[in-house]
C-alpha cells in the first residue's frame, strides 16, 4: 500500500480523501494556494505545501508545481480528487514518468474518453446506446444544416471539450441554427481554447441519470448502482439522489450491463461514471464519462456502505474489482449548499462566516471544509458543502433532509439553503416526477428567504 498520498485539490474533497487515507494508515500531503492558507484540511495533513498564489492557473492547475511537491515530500501516490487536474491526462502521464501513482484514471482512459466525439465513437462501437446525431466532429456550419435535418429538429450542439454547459446550445427551428452554432464556438473557444462541435437529436422530458463503476488493471468492471441528477441548473448540479425515483430494476439492470461494457471496452481502471440521458419511455442514450470521482459520490456511499475514495485507493494499488456489482440498500439525497444568493440569480456570495451550526443526528451526513469565522475565497468555485441523509425509502429521506435543512444556519454569507427547503416541499419533486427541465418553470418563494433570516 502507499505510504503517502499527496492531495493535489482543496476544499471538502481534499478534507474527505485526507480522512480516508488516515483511516488507512496512509500520510497525506496537502498543497495550498497562498488564498488557502487558512484551510481547515490543512491542520490535519502530516504535512503542507504552499503551491502557489490564488489564481488556480498558478496553483491547483500548475502541475509542475504539485510534481515539485510531490518529490520534496517523496509523496508515492497524488489523488487528485475532482475538477482541477483529475481528468488531465497530461498530468496522468507526468506522474506515471516520476514514478508516482496517480488515483485516477490512465492517460489512455483520460484522452480517450475526455474528448466527448471520441467518447461517442467509442462507445457506439461497443454497442452502448448513443443518441443520433453526428459520427464526430462537425467541419462546417453546412454540414450542421444537413445533419439537423437529417436527424430532425429540435437539436443540439455541443462543444466537444465541453463542461459545464459551456459551448452547449438548443435549437428547435432551422432558422435559429447559424446564430447558436457562431455563439457557441465562441463561448467554447473562449473557456476551452477549443471550438470543436458535434450535433446530437435534442432529447425530450429527459431525466440525467449516471451510473457509478469501477474497473480494475484486469480488464473487469462492476457498477453500483445510479445516480439521478436531473435537478440542474445551467447543466450544473443542485441535488441528487440514489435510487432514482424513475428507475424500474429491468431498466436498472439494462443500464448497469451498459456501463459494464462502456468500461470494460476501454479497460478503464478505477471508479468513474457513464453518464445516461433518459427519456420518458425509459429509452437511454450514452451522454458522457467522467474519469474521476464525482462530487455526488456520497449517496453511492450511503446506499452501498462502501468508501469509494478507500476504492479508489485500493485499485490503484492493483486490488482486484469485487465478482459482483451493487445494489441500493437504502434511499440518499445529496443536496450542494453553494455560497450563492439564488434570489439573485444564484450570484456567488463570497465573505467571512459569522456565524454556523451544522446538522446532525441519524442518517444525516455533512461533507464541507468551512467553519465559523471562515472566509469564502473569490477564486474558486462557491460549493461549500455537502448534506447528504439517508433512510429507508425516499419519504423518510425527504423529511429527513427537511429537518437537517432547518438546522443549517449560515451567517455572513448568502447560501442556496433557502432554494432547497423550497425544493423539498415542491409537489413534483416530492412525487419524483420532474426532469433537468424542472429549473425552467421553478419560481423561487420569498418566504423561505425571510425563514433563512430569522
Known amino acids: 500500500m502507499f505510504k503517502k498520498i499527496l492531495i493535489a485539490n482543496r476544499g471538502e474533497i481534499a478534507m474527505r480523501i485526507l480522512r480516508t487515507a488516515k483511516e488507512m494508515g496512509i500520510k497525506t500531503v496537502a498543497v495550498y494556494s497562498t488564498a488557502d492558507a487558512k484551510s481547515m484540511h490543512l491542520r490535519f495533513a502530516d504535512e503542507a505545501v504552499c503551491i502557489g498564489p490564488p489564481a488556480s492557473k498558478n496553483s491547483y492547475l500548475n502541475p509542475i508545481n504539485i510534481l515539485a511537491a510531490a518529490e520534496v515530500t517523496n509523496a508515492d501516490a497524488i489523488h487528485p480528487g475532482y ?6 491526462a497530461n498530468f496522468s502521464r507526468s506522474c506515471q514518468k516520476m514514478g508516482i501513482k496517480f488515483i485516477g484514471a490512465t492517460p489512455e482512459n483520460i484522452e480517450r474518453m475526455g474528448d466527448k466525439a471520441s467518447a461517442k465513437a467509442t462507445m457506439k462501437k461497443a454497442g452502448v446506446p448513443t443518441i443520433p446525431g453526428s ?3 462537425i467541419n462546417s456550419f ?4 444537413k445533419i439537423a435535418e437529417k436527424i430532425g429538429y429540435p437539436v443540439m450542439i455541443k462543444a466537444t471539450a465541453g463542461g459545464g454547459g459551456k459551448g452547449m446550445r438548443d435549437i428547435w427551428k432551422p432558422e435559429d441554427l447559424r446564430k447558436a452554432w457562431e455563439s457557441a464556438i465562441q463561448e467554447a473557444e473562449a473557456a476551452f481554447g477549443n471550438g470543436g462541435m458535434y450535433m446530437e437529436k435534442l432529447i425530450e422530458e429527459p431525466r440525467h441519470i449516471e451510473i457509478q463503476i469501477a474497473g480494475d488493471k484486469f480488464g473487469k468492471a462492476i457498477h453500483l448502482s445510479e445516480r439521478d441528477c436531473s435537478i440542474q441548473r445551467r447543466h450544473q448540479k ?7 425515483p424513475f428507475m424500474t430494476d429491468e431498466l436498472r439492470e439494462k443500464m448497469g450491463n451498459a456501463a459494464i461494457k462502456a468500461a470494460e471496452c476501454i479497460g478503464y481502471e478505477g471508479v468513474g461514471t457513464i453518464e445516461f440521458l433518459v427519456d420518458k419511455n425509459r429509452n437511454f442514450y450514452f451522454m458522457e464519462m467522467n474519469t474521476r470521482i464525482q462530487v455526488e ?3 453511492t456511499e450511503q446506499i452501498t456502505d462502501l468508501d469509494l475514495i478507500k476504492f479508489q485507493i485500493e485499485l490503484a494499488n492493483g486490488y482486484k474489482v469485487p465478482s459482483k456489482s451493487y445494489y441500493p440498500k437504502m434511499h440518499s439525497i445529496e443536496c450542494r449548499i453553494n455560497a450563492e444568493d439564488p434570489y439573485n440569480d444564484f450570484r456567488p456570495c463570497p465573505g467571512t462566516i459569522n456565524d454556523l451550526n451544522i446538522p446532525g443526528g441519524n442518517g444525516v451526513r455533512v ?3 468551512v467553519y465559523q469565522r471562515y472566509q469564502i475565497p473569490t477564486f474558486y468555485d462557491s460549493m461549500i458543502a ?3 441523509v439517508t433512510a429507508h425509502n425516499r419519504e423518510e429521506a425527504i423529511s429527513k433532509m427537511k429537518r437537517a435543512l432547518d438546522e443549517f444556519h449560515i451567517q455572513g454569507v448568502k447560501t442556496t439553503i433557502p432554494f432547497h427547503k423550497q425544493l423539498m416541499n415542491e409537489p413534483l419533486f416530492v412525487k419524483g416526477d420532474y426532469t433537468t427541465k424542472f429549473m425552467d ?3 423561487l418563494d420569498e418566504k423561505y428567504e425571510n425563514d433563512d433570516l430569522q
Open 135 to 137: 459520427d464526430g466532429l
Open 83 to 88: 475538477g482541477f487536474l483529475s481528468e488531465n
Open 386 to 388: 455537502k448534506l447528504i
Open 441 to 443: 418553470d421553478f419560481v
Open 142 to 145: 453546412e454540414e450542421a444544416e
Open 238 to 244: 443542485l441535488v441528487e439522489e440514489t435510487p432514482s
Open 367 to 369: 461533507d464541507t471544509h
Open 297 to 299: 459520490h456520497p449517496i
